[in-house]
């Protein structure tokens, strides 16, 4: 008897170590949650209702960027993705302390639009530290290529060119022109205004005869304008470049203000394709505006899920673009989303 309670003994206790062993498995495989250090194994792959984002946004400064800032909420909502959400309303000191704050809540992954190109190596070496990558969205940092994952967005050196080219048919590759820069330091318009040059080296009768910072906003870009013709009056102004469509549209009212016809008198040409551009070119007073897509969400959040999952992608992923003219604007008007 004796024997028996002891046999019965040692198999109650292999069964309970095998079932502790089942369960301390099963447990170790779960994935760890809302960490940016973890990586997950090929088995274990995060989805959109699982990704949690940080963006840090760099403000509201114009149409543009109302329509991009809506796409990546909505997107956002869509998809079921948990989004942190900040503003910085056009101060960097603000992104950076949006983005050590998602470092602090060990978000999977931080997106940024850099309001300007410098200044960033410090903080985002601190969320490379952290193990949470960073995707660059619409503008670019002037960082080591590490400190980065991704950048999705716009080639603005091409959009340059392509205002410069239109500008020179509309002009006959003679005339003076006047530019209304984006905010100062920023990748578009560093990249927008060298690329508006490259254009123009070849056509030497064609001058930049004054450019100012109207910082991508209608009234700066207004208030700028009116200098340039009090200056220089509206028949020493055969052209202006802006290099964004809201600047363009601050710069009509002053055109108009000092008797003069926009699109006329003083060719227009501007960057993003803005709804309110298309109803410019269809009224005549923009000749034309190169796009700029500012609908980056779902393209982002894509991307957020293939880095946090752990696949590679390229280190630029451009955003599709085109270029418009008046006599297809009333066609294309009720399609545009910004």
């Known amino acids: 008897m004796k024997n028996k309670v002891s046999a019965n003994t040692v198999l109650i ?35 959109y209702n699982e990704l949690v984002v940080g963006y840090a946004q760099l403000g509201a400064e114009s149409d543009w960027r109302t329509g991009n800032t809506e796409s990546i909420l909505e997107a956002a909502e869509e998809l079921g993705v948990e989004l942190l959400f900040s503003n910085a309303q056009q101060n960097q000191e603000r992104q950076i302390k949006a983005i050590r704050t998602f470092i602090a809540q060990q978000v999977d992954i931080i997106g940024v639009a850099p309001i300007v190109e410098t200044g960033w190596e410090s903080v985002f070496q601190e969320a490379k530290d952290a193990g949470i990558p960073i995707i660059l969205v619409d503008r670019r940092a002037d960082v080591p290529e590490d400190l980065y994952t991704t950048y999705l967005g716009s080639d603005f050196l091409e959009e340059g060119r392509n205002a410069g080219r239109i500008m020179v048919d509309l002009l006959d590759g003679k005339g003076r022109i006047v530019e ?159």
């Open 180 to 338: 209304l820069e984006g905010t100062v330091g920023s990748a578009p318009a560093i990249d927008r205004a060298n690329g508006f040059r490259e254009v123009l080296e070849d056509y030497p009768e064609m001058e930049i005869i004054a450019t100012e910072s109207g910082d991508f906003t209608r009234a700066k870009g207004e208030e700028v304008m009116e200098g340039f013709l009090d200056t220089y009056g509206g028949n020493e102004i055969d052209a202006l470049f802006a290099h964004n469509d809201d600047m363009a549209i601050g710069a009509i009212k002053a055109i108009e203000a000092h008797g003069f016809r926009p699109g006329i008198d003083i060719k227009i040409v501007s960057i993003d394709a803005i709804r309110e551009a298309f109803q410019a070119m269809i009224d005549g007073k923009i000749n034309a505006t190169v796009e700029c897509n500012a609908l980056l969400g779902p393209q982002f959040f894509e991307l957020a899920l293939k880095v946090a999952n752990g696949e590679k992608v390229p280190k630029w992923v451009p955003s599709d673009e085109g270029v418009f003219f008046p006599e297809n604007a009333a066609e294309i008007l009720p399609t545009r989303k910004y």
């Open 13 to 47: 206790t292999l069964w309970t170590i095998a079932l502790l062993s089942l369960l301390v498995s099963s447990c170790g495989t779960k994935k760890k949650e809302g960490s940016g250090n973890n990586v997950p194994h090929d088995d274990e792959k995060i989805t």
